[in-house]
């Protein structure tokens, strides 16, 4: 008699508990397909590829089009390795400066020069492009890698100095302040005190421009030629043209996508370890 | 000329004014406790003293010097934050070498110097470890160990023993000052806790709104208070405060409606009859200053237990007179109960008459 309306409930919380999941796992398998078709195609030997076998596991697996699409894009691959990490630093390393000054020490017009720092947000690429083609061409620094560097960690420095000075305003000021009485300046104090609490904070901002600049498209298309294109230039011109071979794209389409993953799995950790240290404790 | 001289400091805040003309020398070599309320503007003298914040107005001198417009790293003070403000990324000898390195000392000295500190406050056997795995105690050490390294001519402290537990915070007082005498140095202390000021302090400096009330020694500000709050702000339990009237034709003191009336020896009279204000005054007597009685002799007042509060080494009986409460100390096995009927008497000499209006004190 006293366990009906416990079993009651009990039974409610099995049913919802079971379509949650269910829900969950239907959802899941939607967004896994387009992964599933990429990795699946990119397998098959070419001649077996047709859209009747689409969903079909290839029949042997078939590793030449990866041989291939590294044989054609390694320098496309390394031009994108050698942008996103140079861009990524230095958005970093300037992004952190900006959000020491700007969170730690009083300058003047601060309260207007934040907000325009952080309008850069949002610039549409788009609407720059011309006046930013023509400024590049007449600097001289269009049509290669160190261009788009320059571009990409101008562009990030909005994202990568709001992220660092909300970062920065956590810390406490006593922190600073008995690092000024004990006799350090302003380099002393960031490299000796803030840089080495900022571990998290770099990880999050270079998770983050990785990821965006390795993407990057327009800019890339536009701003550079032939052999110093990016890898996200490349392979648009392999999915282009008239008969597509469709296992290259797609084995493209995973080697692109592999390096933010690869990073984002080595940082995610480190980033995990920075928050549970509880570094910022007053 | 040593030790440090503040002169007509003044600090504003926007539109609030946090310190208005403070003056204040402190000797060299001396213990000063700078005691307040929180909000009475402690920190902000401690901070412009050290030069983390700018004073509007006013100068401030250490050892004859104008440190007025020198940045922090160049005043040669020491402080302790209450929140010790430790480098969480550093070891313990990193944190306590590191204004030492920040003044390019040699990698010896800085070595002999930190290992000699930290044996003298018992932290040697941390050094190696980092804030977070210290305890508080510990950590307040590492902070004074930090001050202690630069022997500095002047060390100023922010609230330091506030976030220690109760038992480390009196083991703490007594080796506070013991480390003071030690390194004959100048100590500028700032606290809210009254029992901190009164058992460290060679003087206390009391501060209320920005204003300073008194500057005297402990005994001093306990036994002849400057004004009301100063009255009212030392001593635990506080100075009991009664209306009254002053009576100059018979030399006495009146209580509300009547119910009391203490009479004035010639000494405390001569003092009244200089004090031009009017007749209403404020009376103020220390809870250990007056005495209760079961026997009914005539010259007591009589009045009714409220509460009493067995503290162990001593008893607090709250006495209910008309509309007011008096606390009254007794000893411990003084017997009463809510609602006994009690003689009580006010000592004849041991209490103090404040104007009602301005608060300073007449007798």
Redesign the interface.
Known sequence: MIDIPFSRTKFWHYITRAALYITLIVGMFIFMLPIFVVINTSLKDPAAINLATTWALPAQLHWQSYVEVIEEFGPRIWNSITLVTNATLLSAIIGSLNGYVLSKWRIAGERILFPLILLGMFIPYQGILIPLFEFMRDARLYGGIPGLIIIHTIYGLPITTLIFRNFYVEI?D??L?????????FW?IYT??VF??SVSGFVVVIIWQFTQIWNEFLFAVTMTTGASEPITVGLAQLAGGQAVHWNLPMAGAVVAALPPIVVYLILSRYFIRGLLA????? | MAGLVIEKLSKNFGKTAALSNVSLTIKDSEFLILLGPTGAGKTTTLRCVAGLEKPNQGTIEMDGRLITKLSPAERDVAFVFQSYALYPRKTVFQNMSFPLEARKLSQTEIEQRVNEIARKLAIDGLLNRRPAQLSGGQQQRVALGRAMVRQPRLFLMDEPLTNLDFTLRVEMRAELKRLQNELAATFFYVTNDQVEAMSMADRIAILDHGVLQQVDTPENVYNHPANLFVAGFVGNPRMNFLDCRIDKNARVIVGKDDLWRISLTRSLFEKVAQHKGGGEAVFGIRPEDVELSNEAETDMIRAEVYVVEPLGDRTIVDMRLGSEIIKVKVAPNFEAASGDSLGMQFDSERFHVFDKSSGEIII
């Not at chain 1, 302040?177 to 300046?185: F, H, L, P």
């Not at chain 1, 509880?278 to 007053?282: L, P």
């Open positions: 406490p006593e922190m302040e008995a690092a000024a009485i004990d006799g350090a300046g002393e000796q005190i080495p609490l509880g570094s910022i404790k007053a």
